[in-house]
């Protein structure tokens, strides 16, 4: 059995930790998953120790995008350097997985512990220099994961990585047995429309406020669901304001919410008006309950999109183009519209089945490891 230590420098959440989990119960039997993590996250370490998947808990620091907290992050670097590696040397794993451009401890650790590395890129967009750290230290690693082809342009086009560094593309999974497929039409005079993530400027909340406002209010009821970090509070107060600026009495904030079929069922259609996305789950997750989609173009977003006919894509990052596409969606035939919905479904059977994804990364493993582990 192959033994992987996957590292996580921001435990607060998001797609990532999700991916995490569920990689780690797919790939049980031929993988031994153990989760180094750091204390602030005990959402993400309920969840771990709710599958019963192992995890260290380590008092390490992650990047800031403040003043104070990359100073911070500057002067912990190599007492958490020594935690990250005294947690290797004891789980003595056949592989350090890391996640994020941005999480540049494990990588160095892993190496100083002479592990071979896997370097997981989630994302499409960083500040310049946590893009040059990356173009530093690629050469560390043994192997890339990339969560989607945008991501593996973005990076490979500025980096270093040699042809011997190994590299695939897998995308985000979703546990079709735990999301029933429900096809949806248009045949109703109110639609319920979703979108689901954290509440950050990345997720482009005030393009879907402005989205929002060129619609009728009578015809569609908008949920926005997802948790709000206390760093995105001042955010988040500004999306209230903007909510009774525009009288928007059809938008709701619902906070966190357990993402399952009983939820998903609930809605016509899901939208995306963020500005940057790599393989974005939840997308997905709403796809293989049987939801169109309306998306900016972000990720891999838009190959599925027209590979499978499941939604619409905007040319433009614009509330008037995004509230055109939603009029356009549910203004098709009922049967155009169930079209929609049963393409929806089968794009997320054939992309991002759990049984395929976990068989790519058992095969990626393996492979980096060479006939050590077959």
Known sequence: ?????????????????????????????????????????????????????????????????????????????????????????????????????????????????????????????????????????????????????????????????????????????????????????????????????YINRNKGLELLMGTISNLDTQKYIFDIVGPILKTQQGYYLSLKRLKEKLALRNVNFK?????????????????????HESSPIAIWQAMASGMPVISTDVGDVRRIMEDYDCGFISEEFTPEALANLCEKLVSLSNDQYSEKSINARSAAKACFNGESISKSYIRFYSELLGDTQG
């Not at 350097?81 to 040397?89: A, H, S």
């Not at 906070?255 to 500005?275: E, K, M, P, V």
């Open 1 to 197: 059995m192959i033994k992987v230590l996957v590292i996580i420098e921001d435990g607060r959440g998001g797609g990532a930790l999700f991916r995490i989990i569920q990689i780690a119960k797919m790939i049980e039997r031929q993988v031994k998953t153990i989760v180094l993590c750091p204390y602030e996250g005990e959402r993400f370490q309920n969840a771990l120790e709710h599958n019963r998947i192992e995890y260290r808990v380590v008092n390490i620091h992650k990047m800031s995008k403040t003043f104070w907290g990359s100073l911070q992050y500057l002067f912990t670097f190599i007492p958490d350097l020594f935690r990250i590696r005294k947690v290797i040397k004891e789980a003595n794993p056949d592989i350090v997985h890391v996640n994020s451009s941005s999480q540049i401890k494990g990588i160095v650790a892993g190496r100083i512990c002479n592990k071979r590395i896997v370097w997981h890129m989630n994302d499409t967009r960083q500040p310049w220099i946590i893009r040059r750290a990356f173009t530093v230290l690629s050469n560390l690693a043994n192997g890339f994961i990339y969560a989607s082809n945008a991501s593996r342009s973005y990076y490979e086009r500025s980096s270093n990585i040699s042809t011997e560094q190994q590299s695939v593309v897998i995308p985000a999974p979703v546990d079709l047995n735990k999301i029933d497929y429900k096809e949806r039409n248009n045949r109703k005079s109110r639609f319920r429309v979703l979108t689901i993530g």
């Open 255 to 275: 906070g966190f919410q357990t993402i399952d079929g009983d939820l998903l069922g609930q809605y016509d259609f899901y939208i995306c008006s963020s500005h």
